[in-house]
């Protein structure tokens, strides 16, 4: 979903994007880190560490992550995950955006390092837990409740550092139900993550990983291994479809969310708009795949972006046609969400 979160940071208004757009960028970085297959995990997790320490202000010990931006050797495995250009530069001018953190004012550099705490946290227990997986030897998080606090750890937190930047910044003073807005924006992020799970299911697998929860794998008579043949998809669907309906309602949290804020805040509404309804399109998508067939990238065109673009600008005047957008959505238990997180 990087697509349509550049989208959205191109959106929104003057007087978070800044911040938003920081807090994006060090994600990146610290993204980048944990991804970069050709460096072992441990030298992974010390890097992290020593971003995660300096983000926190605990150290001002330099940062060098040469290492990390090195192209891939040509003897490299094809699936082996390497920095791309742009994120090259993000890993070799750290300090710039290290620099840039350090000179925000006190209660939004607190925000920030909030949210980047746990993010980070969230990399460095995903590099722990798939520590030796590979295509033959694939690890299963072992239960849903994992996936779940997975998914806050790197995407949620994402919702709540949004939503609290929104209301310093924004609408301060406009009355909300407050745990209610704060749920609906972890569950937005969840959702999010969620999906881009349920898409690369098959690239991931090709590294070791799988985000499907082995005891429910083992329901339908399954292990991580056998979802690398393609032809076990209709015996995997059932379980593949129960997490579809999660992100859905998930982002049917996150279309409320939207709907929530006031009015007034079109930006605003429009940059969580996008990424709800790619996100919505991607899971119908999926319901219909070759979820398993790593040559079936499921992916959302750049024309079908620019007609969801369009269509919200000009249903937004009208209310009725605006909310319409998403339809239809599952119902939401919010009760239920808000006691969870």
Same mark, same amino acid.
């Not at 891939?72 to 699936?79: D, N, Q, S």
């Not at 920095?83 to 550099?109: N, Y």
């Not at 030796?132 to 996936?147: F, H, N, S, V």
């Not at 949004?162 to 959702?191: Q, S, Y």
């Given at each position: 979903?990087?697509?349509?979160?550049?989208?959205?940071?191109?959106?929104?208004?003057?007087? &978070?994007?800044?911040?938003?757009?920081?807090?994006?960028?060090?994600?990146?970085?610290?993204?980048? +880190?944990?991804?970069?297959?050709?460096?072992?995990?441990?030298?992974?997790?010390?890097?992290?560490?020593?971003? !995660?320490? !300096? +983000?926190?202000?605990?150290?001002?010990?330099?940062?060098?992550?040469?290492?990390?931006?090195?192209?891939?050797?040509?003897?490299?495995?094809?699936?082996?995950?390497?920095?791309?250009?742009?994120?090259?530069?993000?890993?070799?001018?750290?300090?710039?955006?290290?620099?840039?953190?350090?000179?925000?004012?006190?209660?939004?550099? $607190?925000?920030?390092?909030? *949210?980047?705490?746990? +993010?980070?946290?969230? $990399? /460095?227990?995903?590099?722990?837990?798939?520590?030796?997986?590979?295509?033959?030897?694939? &690890?299963?998080?072992?239960?849903?409740?994992?996936?779940?606090?997975?998914?806050?750890?790197?995407?949620?937190? *994402?919702? /709540?550092? %949004?939503?609290?930047?929104?209301?310093?910044?924004?609408?301060?003073?406009?009355?909300?139900?407050?745990?209610?807005?704060?749920?609906?924006? &972890?569950?937005?992020?969840?959702?999010?993550?969620? *999906?881009?799970?349920?898409?690369?299911?098959?690239?991931?697998?090709?590294?070791?990983?799988?985000?499907?929860?082995?005891?429910?794998?083992?329901?339908?008579?399954?292990?991580?291994?056998?979802?690398?043949?393609?032809?076990?998809?209709? !015996?995997? !669907?059932?379980?593949?479809?129960? %997490?579809?309906?999660?992100?859905?309602?998930?982002?049917?949290?996150?279309?409320?969310?939207?709907?929530?804020?006031?009015?007034?805040? &079109?930006?605003?509404?429009?940059?969580?708009? %996008?990424?709800?309804?790619?996100?919505? $399109?991607?899971?119908?998508?999926?319901?219909?795949?070759?979820?398993?067939?790593? #040559?079936?990238?499921?992916?959302?065109?750049? #024309?079908?972006?620019?007609?969801?673009? *369009?269509?919200?600008?000009?249903?937004?005047?009208?209310?009725?046609? %605006?909310?319409?957008?998403?339809?239809?959505?599952?119902?939401?238990?919010?009760?239920?969400?808000?006691?969870?997180?």
């Amino acid at each position: 979903m990087s697509r349509s979160f550049y989208l959205t940071l191109r959106v929104l208004p003057a007087a &978070i994007r800044s911040q938003i757009g920081l807090a994006y960028l060090l994600a990146r970085t610290t993204d980048t +880190i944990a991804d970069t297959e050709l460096v072992p995990v441990n030298e992974r997790l010390a890097a992290l560490a020593a971003l !995660r320490e !300096r +983000i926190l202000g605990k150290t001002s010990t330099p940062l060098d992550f040469r290492r990390f931006a090195e192209p891939a050797a040509p003897a490299a495995p094809h699936h082996a995950s390497t920095a791309s250009p742009a994120e090259r530069v993000l890993l070799l001018r750290v300090e710039e955006a290290l620099a840039v953190l350090a000179a925000r004012d006190t209660a939004d550099r $607190q925000r920030i390092n909030d *949210v980047l705490d746990t +993010i980070t946290g969230g $990399q /460095e227990l995903d590099l722990r837990r798939f520590a030796g997986a590979g295509e033959r030897a694939i &690890i299963a998080l072992p239960t849903a409740a994992d996936l779940e606090d997975y998914t806050y750890r790197v995407a949620g937190c *994402v919702g /709540e550092f %949004w939503t609290k930047m929104c209301r310093a910044h924004l609408f301060p003073d406009v009355r909300l139900d407050e745990a209610r807005l704060l749920a609906n924006g &972890i569950r937005f992020g969840k959702g999010l993550q969620l *999906v881009n799970i349920l898409r690369d299911l098959p690239k991931d697998l090709r590294t070791g990983r799988c985000y499907l929860p082995a005891p429910e794998l083992a329901t339908c008579g399954l292990t991580p291994a056998d979802l690398l043949d393609p032809a076990c998809e209709p !015996r995997l !669907r059932p379980v593949y479809d129960r %997490w579809l309906d999660r992100a859905e309602q998930h982002l049917a949290a996150g279309w409320e969310y939207t709907n929530t804020l006031p009015r007034g805040q &079109i930006r605003l509404r429009l940059a969580c708009a %996008w990424p709800v309804l790619i996100g919505l $399109q991607t899971l119908r998508r999926l319901r219909t795949s070759r979820v398993l067939d790593p #040559a079936a990238r499921i992916k959302i065109t750049r #024309a079908e972006v620019r007609g969801i673009i *369009v269509k919200t600008v000009l249903r937004y005047p009208a209310d009725a046609a %605006w909310r319409r957008l998403a339809e239809p959505l599952p119902a939401i238990l919010v009760g239920d969400e808000v006691r969870r997180l």
